[in-house]
């Protein structure tokens, strides 16, 4: 017998098996409405132009080379990330009180934050929104955290919970760690409006919880990458001490280059140092220095002007499509008279709509229609075509009727 015989079966990834059932489905009318990942009109993965041809340069290049990374990671890049989410004129920044750390996508920015969190602040608890992304909660309790959960989403009136919010946030031990979401909430696609994150700041500058902003999402909300990043723009202008975890994944398209920065605002310059230095003892140990792909194509982009400009249309690009299909669902949803209010499909922002299916409704979605779709409700509004989008109302009236 194997010494690895009681080595017991894991739960699934769900999201990782939707999209294997997907591909070995051989029924014509499939559908992925599963991983969050963008598609075009005619249902394909879109390599950004502006990728492609900062690729093509880099591949004549005959300066460039495969030597390892510093562990923190390149630093052309961190620098720039740090400026797209904070915006180059950031006071923050221009008093050196910024870092960034270049990290194995958004997973590996919120791994390496909560890490550095439990080793060095000692904090015990993290708390994640119901709902939110699975990994939020399995990241925080590998590291060692005790997760609870923040209510965020009425159920009923598929609206924000916010008084729920509040009354959670209120209850939160000093120095817990809160996760938020910095723009585009998955799953729900609610973010919280201005007047609200202002009050949600109130309650953590005087309880003393501490931010940790994820945000995968930047541009995918509105299109703007500078009016995605208000919510982590007002606490850094409130003067909280935080994290974000930046990731590329979705804004470059660059999902499985593992893309990401950690960015680190402080009070003061002086504690900059120290930090880095803890957090590159955990990289070290983790994935030693990170991969440089990625990191080459994101600096160079935001580094050069002219492409900067181009990049910031091919995410207009992507959010702008997201939002007609937004509008034709919901258009035709109504026009069928399928039973239940749509108007949140069309209110929901960023990559996903929290659609209010029940696990029962879903079952139907990808048994008999082969339309696939996370059990919770959530559909990624990025699998919807001019071309899929009536077979995808027609499974989800019949379903719901
Ligand atoms: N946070 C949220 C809310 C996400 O939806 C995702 C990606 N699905 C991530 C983080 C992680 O992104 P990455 O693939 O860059 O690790």
Redesign the pocket.
């Known amino acids: 017998a194997s010494i690895f015989s009681d080595v017991k079966m894991g739960p699934t990834i769900e999201v990782f098996a939707l999209t294997r059932r997907y591909n070995e489905d051989t029924c014509p009318e499939k559908v992925n409405l599963g991983v969050?990942a963008y598609r075009t009109d005619e249902g394909k993965p879109w390599v950004l132009p502006m990728v492609t041809q900062v690729e093509r340069q880099m591949a004549l290049d005959p300066t460039l080379n495969h030597e390892y990374l510093p562990v923190a990671g390149l630093p052309a890049f961190r620098a720039a990330a740090c400026r797209l989410m904070l915006g180059s004129d950031n006071p923050a920044i221009l008093e050196n009180r910024v870092e960034g750390i270049q990290v194995?996508?958004?997973?590996?920015g919120?791994r390496l934050a909560i890490e550095f969190l439990k080793r060095n602040m000692d904090s015990k608890v993290a708390y994640v929104s119901n709902p939110?992304?699975g990994?939020?909660k399995t990241i925080a309790s590998s590291a060692g955290l005790e997760v609870r959960q923040y209510r965020y989403w009425h159920p009923k009136e598929l609206k924000v919970d916010f008084n729920g919010l509040v009354e959670d946030l209120k209850a939160a031990p000093e120095g817990a760690v809160i996760i938020l979401?910095a723009v585009a909430h998955?799953p729900t696609g609610i973010d919280l409006t201005m007047s609200q994150w202002k009050e949600v700041a109130d309650i953590m500058q005087k309880r003393k919880l501490f931010p940790l902003m994820?945000c995968?999402?930047q541009g995918f909300a509105s299109g703007d990458l500078d009016a995605d990043a208000e919510a982590v723009r007002y606490f850094v202008q409130r003067g909280f001490e935080l994290f974000i975890?930046q990731?590329?994944?979705?804004n470059f398209g660059l999902?499985n280059e593992?893309?990401?920065n950690l960015c680190i605002v402080t009070k003061t310059p002086e504690v900059i140092p120290q930090i880095r230095s803890q957090m590159e003892i955990i990289c070290r140990t983790i994935w030693s220095n990170p991969s440089h792909h990625g990191a080459r194509i994101v600096a160079t982009i935001l580094d050069n002007p002219a492409s900067y400009q181009e990049w910031k249309q091919q995410v207009m690009t992507m959010a702008t499509r997201i939002k007609e299909m937004r509008k034709m669902m919901c258009s035709k949803l109504r026009q069928k008279k399928t039973p239940g209010s749509w108007n949140h499909i069309l209110e929901q922002i960023g990559m996903f709509s929290f659609t209010g299916l029940s696990a029962d409704q879903v079952r139907i979605m990808v048994e008999k229609y082969h339309i696939y779709m996370l059990s919770n409700g959530r559909i990624s509004m990025a699998g919807l075509t001019t071309k899929n989008v009536d077979y995808v109302v027609d499974a989800i009236h019949d379903a719901i009727e």
Do not use: E
């Not at 194995?104 to 590996?108: A, M, P, S, V």
């Not at 990731?247 to 979705?250: M, V």
């Open positions: 969050g194995q996508g958004g997973t590996g919120i939110t992304w990994n939020h979401h998955n994820d995968a999402y975890c990731s590329f994944s979705k999902y593992r893309i990401g």
